[in-house]
């Protein structure tokens, strides 16, 4: 069964790094992007960093120079660097990922709080 499965979340202070990570399972082939979202409470969901398989990235505004996306050789597993974390990077940071035949897969969330 084709999943996702993100790890690296939690608790850091101001100014502090997380590592987030997307292992999409070996069904999931014919990946167009990757990417990561997060949502705040009472929001949609907001993308904070894309990549595709060439390397070629983009990033929210509030995040540039702050937050890195990279990927893997196999453009199986992405990751989402994050420094200088403020308070208002505190949501719920999911997984994305796009497929072939414009199929889209969801991880399951993962939680980060900013907070001193």
């Known amino acids: 069964q084709a999943q996702l499965v993100e790890s690296g979340g939690g608790l850091v202070q101001p100014g502090g790094s997380l590592r987030l990570s997307c292992a999409a399972s070996?069904?999931?082939?014919?990946?167009?992007?990757m990417a990561w979202y997060r949502q705040f409470p009472g929001k949609q969901r907001e993308l904070v960093a894309r990549?595709?398989?060439?390397?070629?990235?983009n990033y929210a505004d509030s995040v540039k120079g702050r937050f890195t996306i990279s990927r893997n050789k196999a453009f199986n597993t992405a990751y989402l660097q994050m420094n200088s974390l403020k308070p208002e990077d505190t949501a719920i940071y999911y997984c994305?990922?796009?497929?072939?035949?414009?199929?889209?897969?969801w991880g399951q969330g993962t939680q980060v709080t900013v907070s001193s």
């Open positions: 994305y990922v796009l497929r072939a035949g414009q199929i889209e897969l």
């Open positions: 070996k069904s999931i082939a014919g990946i167009y992007a």
């Open positions: 990549i595709i398989p060439n390397g070629d990235t």
